[in-house]
Nanobody, 115 residues
Framework: QVQLVESGGGLVQPGGSLRLSCAASGFTFSNYAMSWYRQVPGKERELVAVITGAGTGNYADSGKGRFTISRDNVKNTVYLQMNSLKPDDTAVYYC?????????WGQGTQVTVSS
C-alpha cells in the first residue's frame, strides 16, 4: 500500500546542485518521519537525512552544510536539496519511511557527480 516514487537524479558536475523529490502515498504523510538514504555498489546503504513530521531535519556528517531535507505536507512530497556536490556523493538515492510493520523504500534515483 505504501508507495514512494523518487525523481530528480542525474549527472552533475562537481560543485553543482540537484534537488531530489519523493512523492508518497498510502499512509498519512504528515504523521511520519521521512528519510533519504544512498547506496554505492558494494557498500551498505547509508542514511543521509531524516525529517520529522513537523519538518525538523537531521543530517549525516557527509551532507551536513550542503544538503537540506524538506517536506510539503500538502503535496505529500519530501525533497533533498543537494548543493556543492562531490564525486563521493555519487550513489543511488532512496527515500524511505517506516510504517508499521515494515520499512518501505522507493525505487531509487541515480545521482552521478563527475566532470
Amino acid at each position: 500500500q505504501v508507495q514512494l516514487v523518487e525523481s530528480g537524479g542525474g549527472l552533475v558536475q562537481p560543485g553543482g546542485s540537484l534537488r531530489l523529490s519523493c512523492a508518497a502515498s498510502g499512509f498519512t504523510f504528515s504523521n511520519y518521519a521521512m528519510s533519504w538514504y544512498r547506496q554505492v555498489p558494494g557498500k551498505e546503504r547509508e542514511l543521509v537525512a531524516v525529517i520529522t513530521g513537523a519538518g525538523t531535519g537531521n543530517y549525516a556528517d557527509s551532507g551536513k552544510g550542503r544538503f537540506t531535507i524538506s517536506r510539503d505536507n500538502v503535496k505529500n512530497t519530501v525533497y533533498l536539496q543537494m548543493n556543492s556536490l562531490k564525486p563521493d556523493d555519487t550513489a543511488v538515492y532512496y527515500c524511505s519511511v517506516y510504517v508499521s510493520p515494515k520499512r518501505s523504500w522507493g525505487q531509487g534515483t541515480q545521482v552521478t557527480v563527475s566532470s
